[in-house]
């Protein structure tokens, strides 16, 4: 903790800071362990993820907030998913198909809906794959620019126009299929 602290300049920033580790750090890491299956990479890939939150810490507004827990577990997620892709390591499951989240947590898009076909958009978007998931997430709900998704997804901003372009067109046709 003491080497995330000496990163951060102000005392408010440490405070919201040493929160959001505490808050959040041990669901980070079941995010992490679950894509990869092992235990160093997943607090490694933790480590990198609040090195990224530290440079974005302006971009958390409520420290208990499902759009918080959004971000935090997008970051965590793309960086396991990244890291597995490079190592090639064997995992139980194949990385496209993981959801992201445990199954005793709600995926927090599900509170952001009032009514059924806002219901209905966010189960369509939880089934996009990753990492058009992420970047609908962070784009419409943490109101990201593709530069910064980019950096913290470790893509490009065209890479991250593109699967957003992909996954409103998926979106806009599994909601003309579900109207008919």
Same mark, same amino acid.
């Given at each position: 903790?003491?080497?995330?602290?000496?990163?951060?300049?102000?005392?408010?920033?440490?405070?919201?800071?040493?929160?959001?580790?505490?808050?959040?750090?041990?669901?980070?890491?079941?995010? $992490?362990?679950?894509?990869?299956?092992n235990?160093?990479?997943?607090?490694n890939?933790v480590?990198?993820?609040?090195?990224?939150?530290?440079?974005?810490?302006?971009?958390?507004?409520?420290?208990?907030?499902?759009?918080?827990?959004?971000?935090?577990?997008?970051?965590?997620?793309?960086?396991?998913?990244?890291?597995?892709?490079?190592?090639?390591?064997?995992?139980?499951?194949?990385?496209e198909?993981?959801?992201?989240? #445990?199954?005793?947590?709600? #995926?927090?898009?599900?509170?952001?809906? $009032?009514?059924e076909?806002?219901?209905?958009?966010?189960?369509?978007?939880?089934?996009?794959?990753?990492?058009?998931?992420?970047?609908?997430?962070?784009?419409?709900?943490?109101?990201?620019?593709?530069?910064?998704i980019?950096?913290?997804?470790?893509?490009?901003?065209?890479?991250?126009?593109q699967?957003?372009?992909? $996954?409103?067109?998926?979106?806009?046709?599994?909601?003309?299929?579900?109207? #008919?």
């Open positions: 903790m003491f080497l995330y602290l000496a990163m951060i300049d102000t005392e408010e920033d440490k405070s919201k800071f040493e929160k959001i580790y505490e808050e959040y750090r041990s669901g980070m890491y079941r995010i $992490a362990l679950q894509v990869l299956n235990r160093e990479d997943a607090e890939i480590h990198d993820a609040f090195v990224v939150l530290i440079d974005h810490l302006d971009k958390i507004d409520k420290i208990y907030d499902y759009r918080t827990w959004g971000y935090l577990a997008s970051i965590v997620r793309s960086r396991a998913i990244n890291y597995y892709n490079r190592e090639k390591r064997k995992v139980s499951f194949a990385p198909d993981y959801d992201g989240w #445990d199954s005793d947590d709600k #995926d927090p898009l599900y509170y952001v809906v $009032a009514d076909k806002e219901k209905t958009l966010v189960n369509f978007i939880s089934e996009l794959p990753y990492p058009q998931k992420d970047v609908i997430y962070l784009q419409y709900v943490n109101e990201l620019k593709s530069k910064e980019a950096e913290i997804l470790e893509l490009t901003p065209e890479n991250v126009r699967l957003s372009r992909r $996954a409103k067109l998926r979106l806009k046709a599994l909601l003309e299929e579900k109207e #008919d």
